[in-house]
């Protein structure tokens, strides 16, 4: 069974960076399609990013192309999710599961995504 671990969150001043880790354990990763997402208390969990198995291809939600970027090491079985510029309005939990990448990230199917890690708390904030 696939499990995903995110990690990498904390509290960051606004124009500041992080980059958040999603590892995989118990199953070939290779196969899956990553995507990554994030939840803000009293709002609906948001897709982020998304990447292919290969990494060749990735969308992303318009609210963060240009400062976030996804990537995948398949050595270390870790998506990344390389987040700069990060403003308040980026706060919440980012949450990575397993699934089939939507053509918008804005647009996604919760139930194509299965595997979801914990989640990991992202605080921007001066």
């Known amino acids: 069974q696939l499990q995903l671990v995110e990690s990498g969150g904390g509290l960051v001043q606004p124009g500041g960076s992080l980059r958040l880790s999603c590892a995989a354990s118990g199953f070939t990763f290779d196969y899956y399609e990553i995507g990554w997402f994030r939840q803000a208390p009293g709002k609906e969990r948001e897709g982020v990013s998304c990447?292919?198995?290969?990494?060749?291809?990735?969308n992303d939600a318009d609210s963060v192309k240009g400062r976030f970027a996804i990537s995948r090491d398949k050595a270390k079985n870790t998506v990344y999710l390389q987040m700069n510029n990060l403003q308040p309005e980026d706060t919440a939990v980012y949450y990575c599961a397993a699934g089939t990448c939507p053509v918008s990230m804005g647009n996604y199917d919760r139930a194509q995504f299965h595997s979801w890690g914990q989640g990991t708390q992202v605080t921007v904030s001066s």
């Open positions: 990447i292919s198995p290969s990494g060749r291809r990735s």
